[in-house]
């Protein structure tokens, strides 16, 4: 497959999953704003911050360290190999939920069984849920090496939904189940999501015409399952020791990305209803880094991991492919700095309102409205670390990886006291404060290798991180101009003034966009030239 081609269905796996990924979120974000408004915050900073944590800590110990390893390695593989390696994260994921479960039932604090009863079974229940997930891993590394497109998306949202309805219809119907509720929700997540992939591959395996087609590395079921071949290994160990060294960096990079919440539960720094309000302001933050970013940082990963040879830098490689690259992480950037001054800028004038409308009076009263305009701050710097990232560690040789890991490590314990200081003097803000500390500080160490990347070459594509003076222009004005309407209109005086308000909002936002079309005309050239591309792509699968 030819630059172009795996560009071509990068993109496209890219677009695709952002139009369907909306389209199911938003149902959810629908349904879960009508569950908050049956729901206690105590409840909700039980399953949201120590039951996911349970299962998220399984989950990306037992299976992250894999998923890269699998997808880095180039079209000539043993394939059974990998799929007998992958298999090991279910014995691991067996592994840490009986760990972790233990000591969320025996050494962290238990809720009062009166105000959240059955807290033992959702421990449980959360980490069989994990353990269930992984039984679908093989099938999800195999859809995302080949690329298939709305497999992924349409699984995952699908049963995300699927849940959201779930737990809708419990809450209204027997609202004193407590933890049952969604503890039988997540499981029946899980299942419907394994049983998405395990369909999908049985349906285009018994196809043998159409398995043909897709180039698959397995013609029938049978294949995906552990097996032992005559003359050779069990596992290539090049791909295990890769998976170690990725392991290493994965256990860290779990406390970075979930500091927060191991520093509330270990620490009980808040407790469990001020949990709640926080991990729902958190997770409607962050809505649009799991719409956009989340994509395209999974999308193009491949696509570096394809492109670049991770043992040679810039210029010991095919020049038409370091170009390519080049091209391609520069658009990136500056989309994802577009895309994060957008929300920063506008989010700061709208938190408020936005809370009001998502959750009522126990969001956007006391803490939530300060708490989501921090997150918008932290979201520009989610944006360019996402990409940052994809490129650095599918370009990174495992030597970088390992050294890296000592810089994750330094990270992690600083970002854990940090949390835990600031937590202690300015509250739950503390969190995202911390967060974008470390966040700022992992960009530095991913801008300092790009640039050491390229430093031999005559590409430069940390020049996406530069804007044009009239379009910062533009967002400092619309800035302004919304911080006034949201003095003036909002949100006290009715829906009137909210309406003029979103009104305002809306014409600043078009003047904002329309001068970054008129001034970045190099990323909409290359913007049109993918979408151009992503049609192609779709066009010949």
């Given amino acids: 497959m030819s630059n172009r081609e795996v560009l071509g269905q990068a993109a496209r796996l890219a677009s695709t999953g952002l139009l369907l990924q909306v389209v199911f979120r938003l149902i959810t974000f629908v349904l879960n704003a009508f569950i908050l408004r049956f ?15 349970l299962y998220s800590t399984t989950i990306f110990l037992a299976r992250e360290a894999f998923r890269r390893a699998c997808l880095s390695g180039g079209a000539q593989r043993d394939w059974s190999q990998t799929l007998n390696l992958l298999w090991l994260t279910v014995p691991l ?14 050494w962290l ?16 229940v959360f980490g069989l849920s994990a353990v269930v997930e992984l039984l679908g891993e093989p099938f999800w590394v195999l859809a995302q090496a ?12 699908l049963s995300v939904a699927l849940r959201s309805v779930l737990t809708a219809v419990l809450v209204l119907g027997l609202p004193h189940w407590g933890l049952y509720i969604f503890s039988l929700a997540q499981l029946f997540y899980t299942a419907a999501l394994v049983l ?5 591959f049985t349906k285009l395996l018994g196809s043998p015409q159409s398995a043909k087609q897709q180039a698959l590395p397995v013609s029938r079921m049978a294949d995906v399952l552990p097996s032992i071949g005559r003359g050779r290994a069990f596992l290539n160990w090049k791909e295990a020791k890769l998976t170690w060294s990725f392991f290493k960096q994965s256990f860290l990079k779990q406390i970075l990305t979930e500091g927060e919440r191991y520093v509330m539960t270990f620490l009980n720094v808040l407790n469990f209803g001020d949990q709640g309000v926080y991990d729902v302001v958190n997770n409607l933050g962050s809505l649009v880094a799991r719409l956009i970013f989340q994509p395209i940082e999974e999308s193009f990963y491949i696509f570096f991991a394809k492109v670049l040879e991770r043992e040679k830098d810039a210029t010991r490689q095919k020049q038409e492919d370091v170009a390519a690259a080049a091209t391609v992480l520069e658009s990136l950037l500056k989309v994802a700095l577009l895309t994060g001054l957008t929300i920063t800028v506008f989010g700061f004038a709208y938190s408020q309102l936005a809370l009001d409308i998502y959750g009522g009076a126990m969001l956007s009263s006391g803490s939530g409205p300060v708490l989501l305009r921090s997150y918008c701050l932290y979201v520009l710097l989610l944006a360019i670390n996402g990409v940052t990232e994809c490129f650095t560690f599918a370009a990174m040789s495992k030597e970088e990886l390992d050294r890296y890991n000592f810089t994750m490590l ?40 790009i640039h050491q990347y390229y430093r031999g070459s005559p590409h430069r594509p940390l020049a996406g991180l530069c804007l044009s003076p ?20 909002c949100c006290a005086q009715g829906w009137p003034a909210r309406l003029a308000h979103v009104t305002v909002g809306a014409f600043c936002l078009g003047a904002t966009l329309g001068t970054a079309f008129l001034t970045e005309t190099k990323l909409i050239r290359f913007l049109r030239t ?11 699968t």
């Avoid at 994921?93 to 025996?106: A, P």
């Avoid at 200081?421 to 967060?435: K, Y």
């Avoid at 910062?472 to 006034?484: D, I, Q, R, Y």
Wanted: include cysteine; glycine fraction near 10%; charge should be positive.
């Fill in 93 to 106: 994921g067996i592994f840490w939920s009986l760990l972790l479960g233990w000591i969320w039932l025996w």
């Fill in 470 to 489: 009239v379009l910062l222009g533009a967002f400092a004005l619309s800035a302004g101009v919304t911080a006034v309407s949201e003095v003036l209109l």
């Fill in 410 to 449: 330094a990270l992690s314990s600083s970002f854990l006291v940090l949390s835990y200081v600031l937590t202690r003097w300015c509250g739950s803000v503390g969190f995202i404060l911390a967060n974008c500390f470390n966040m700022s500080i992992r960009i530095t160490q991913s801008l300092c290798f």
């Fill in 196 to 200: 998405c992939y395990v369909g999908y």
């Fill in 109 to 124: 604090e238990r809720p009062d069984p009166n105000v959240i009863p059955h807290y033992g079974t959702g421990v449980v």
């Fill in 146 to 157: 080949h690329m298939f497109v709305k497999l992924k998306v349409v699984a995952e949202s």
């Fill in 530 to 540: 993918q979408l151009g591309a992503s049609k192609q792509a779709g066009a010949t």
């Fill in 39 to 53: 729901l206690s915050k105590e409840i909700v900073g039980i399953v949201n911050v120590r039951l996911t944590l």
